[in-house]
């Protein structure tokens, strides 16, 4: 088995690489998927979160309210860090049950937005750092998803640098050009990790 992390910053185009290393045979492990489920009605982390930050992070119904929880720890980093000490073993003990669960040969990635952040790299074979521009990054989140030029940056802010994820990455996809362009980097990488060793059982 070859294990793999993958990350890169907001608006980067992670979201395309993992879906084309998905089409290309991949175990792809979505790290946001999992940090959603973990969190449900019923489970230790909405428990844990509710101990932590009170009842007001909660929707009438009993399921996370994410813009109240959001407005607490967004730009407050000890809140931030008491969040991801509750949320990401959680995480990371979800995506071991997945990654156990696939064959023996197989290519696992796990896409992690927070992956350097969090000091994760060293459990992986290899690191995977999508790369774009900052204008370029800047300029998705305020045309592609309408968020205000200062909502880009600051969610920018929260994140690790370009050189940060650099330092730690096997493989760097640079994304400033056409989505062509970054699936063709994508095909590429994908066969010199089905030819690791590690990816042949």
Known sequence: MMHVG?????????????ARLAELGAVVIDAD?????????GTPGLAG??????????????????????????????????????????VREAAG???????????VVEDIPLLVET???????AVVVVQAGRA????????????????????MAAQATDEQRAVVADFVLENSGTRQEL??????????????PEAKG
């Open 6 to 18: 993958l990350t890169g910053g907001v608006a980067s185009g992670k979201s395309v690489v993992a």
């Open 97 to 107: 049950t997945l990654r156990n669960a696939a064959d023996a040969g197989a290519i």
């Open 49 to 90: 979160i509710t101990a932590a930050f009170g009842q007001e992070v909660l929707n009438p119904d009993g399921s996370l309210n994410r813009q109240a929880l959001g407005a607490i720890v967004f730009g407050d980093q000890l809140q931030r860090e008491k969040l991801n000490s509750i949320v990401h073993p959680l």
């Open 136 to 155: 370029e990054r800047i300029r998705r989140m305020v045309q592609d998803r309408g968020w205000s030029e200062e909502d880009a940056v600051s969610r």
């Open 119 to 125: 000091g994760q790299q060293e459990r992986f074979d």
């Open 183 to 196: 699936i063709d980097q994508v095909d590429a990488l994908y066969a010199q990790l089905a030819s690791h």
């Open 33 to 41: 998927v999992l940090a959603r489920e973990v969190v449900e009605p």
